[in-house]
């Protein structure tokens, strides 16, 4: 089965560029989660949906992050305008749901996003 | 709020020896899941082992197991029989309720030496 498929994997950008991840999770999983790995902050939680609907955003650094799932099967994760400090991996992971029972999530290879 | 801690930032294990990682967390939640992720070189997160705080029993994978301490708040992981492939990052995470949300910690660098 495939996994969580991330593009691009890497993507080198200048200053001041709209940058957009793209992300398609497991086949039937309705939770889809966006984070990022920096060395200096270490893995944080960016957004999350759960059946295509945000539901905790509370991570997102500013403005300039939006993230959007309108399918079950894609979601972008958006930085526009890109600036040095968002050079991170970006990882989409994803599970499936069913209210109390909490699955493990699987993750995709991540982004590694370089802005110049 | 959540909290995950682990203390080693760096662990160094001989082939087919036995190493165990630690894992403290903090929550005020009594239905949590707890986990091990790997990240090796090639930076991808791969799950090791799953533990519900409610279930006694420690879970075990194959070389993975863990000590799961509820009341010290303690989830390690201990690896047996070291292979060369088991080094990686490890990140311990704790994830609450419903919520789903994942709070990890700074991870431990595994070096298995020969």
């Known amino acids: 089965d495939a996994g969580v498929i991330q593009s691009p994997r890497h993507e080198v950008t200048e200053m001041g560029q709209e940058v957009t991840l793209r992300c398609k999770p497991i086949s039937g999983h309705n939770s889809l989660f966006w984070y990022r790995q920096t060395m200096m902050r270490g893995l944080e939680l960016l957004i999350y949906f759960n059946n295509n609907v945000p539901i905790d955003d509370s991570g997102m650094p500013e403005d300039r992050f939006s993230a959007k799932m309108p399918n079950a099967s894609f979601s972008t994760l958006k930085i526009q305008p890109s600036e040095p400090r968002d050079s991170a991996v970006y990882f989409c992971a994803s599970s499936l749901w069913q209210g109390l029972s909490n699955q493990p999530q699987h993750f995709g290879d991540g982004t590694r996003l370089s802005i110049l | 709020a959540q909290t995950v801690t682990q203390s080693q930032p760096e662990m160094s294990v001989q082939e087919a020896e036995t190493v165990t990682l630690s894992c403290t967390y903090d929550?005020?939640?009594?239905?949590?899941?707890l986990f091990w992720y790997k990240q090796p070189p090639s930076r991808q997160m791969i799950l090791v082992i799953r533990q519900e705080a409610y279930k006694q029993q420690n879970a075990t994978e194959n070389r993975f197991s863990v000590n799961f301490q509820k009341a010290a708040k303690s989830f390690s992981l201990k690896i047996s029989d070291s292979q060369l492939g088991d080094a990686a990052m490890y990140f311990c995470?704790?994830?609450?309720?419903?919520?789903?949300?994942?709070?990890f910690g700074t991870g431990t660098r595994l070096q298995v030496t020969l």
């Open positions: 995470a704790l994830a609450t309720g419903t919520a789903s949300k994942l709070t």
């Open positions: 929550t005020s939640e009594s239905d949590y899941y």
